[in-house]
């Protein structure tokens, strides 16, 4: 969390626009950190946003879109470890199948340190995996892992929050809850 993913994620999405191609973005329509006039949204700690579509499954998109490279030169996907594994999965292959490209941002692990399914199986389709650091709260260098505040280990696994649950921790500094 904080190491800047979605904002990377726009940043591509943001060139790819530029160059006069058309792309499909997509987020879980759980991401409701920055409230409700935001479901539609893709918006990052620092508020930069970007139009998306926001989905409970990406059954639902492949219902309503063609994605097809005559359709959608690239498709983002934010937040990927919110959506199912196998859907997701399946709906990313049968687009690279075609000859679409993909961008997808998302947490690689929980805050216990347990790693996202949907996320490790994304990282094996991958051509290229880029991994960003934020910096710990407690000493300021790079920060692998989350700290989930104010939990404790019977905790459900997720909760959706920003600043005010998570924040990015060293090895060092990371309590797992």
């Given amino acids: 969390m904080f190491a800047g993913k979605s904002s990377e994620l ?3 999405l943001l060139f ?3 160059g006069g191609h058309k792309v499909l973005v997509l987020k879980p329509i759980v991401d409701d950190r920055y409230h409700s006039e935001h479901k539609d949204e893709i918006v990052t ?3 930069l946003r970007h ?3 926001s989905v409970i499954d990406l059954e639902l998109v492949k219902d309503n879109y063609t994605i097809k490279p005559y359709n959608f030169h690239s498709v983002f996907i934010d937040e990927v470890q919110f959506f199912d594994t196998n859907e997701t999965v399946w709906f990313v292959e049968e687009g690279l199948r075609s000859g679409v490209n993909f961008a997808i941002a998302g947490l690689d692990q ?3 340190g347990v790693p996202f399914e949907t996320t490790a199986r994304m990282l094996s ?7 960003i650091k934020a910096f710990c ?3 300021g260098i790079d920060a692998g892992k989350t700290q989930r505040l104010k939990a404790t280990k019977n905790s459900e ?3 959706i929050g920003g600043a005010e649950s998570y924040e990015p921790r060293c090895h060092e500094h990371w309590e797992p809850k």
């Fill in 10 to 12: 726009l940043k591509r």
């Fill in 16 to 18: 790819i626009e530029h």
């Fill in 45 to 47: 700690h620092n508020k």
């Fill in 51 to 53: 139009p998306a579509v």
């Fill in 110 to 112: 929980d805050s216990r």
């Fill in 125 to 131: 389709l991958a051509d290229e995996v880029v991994k």
């Fill in 137 to 139: 709260t407690v000493c």
């Fill in 157 to 159: 696994r997720v909760k």
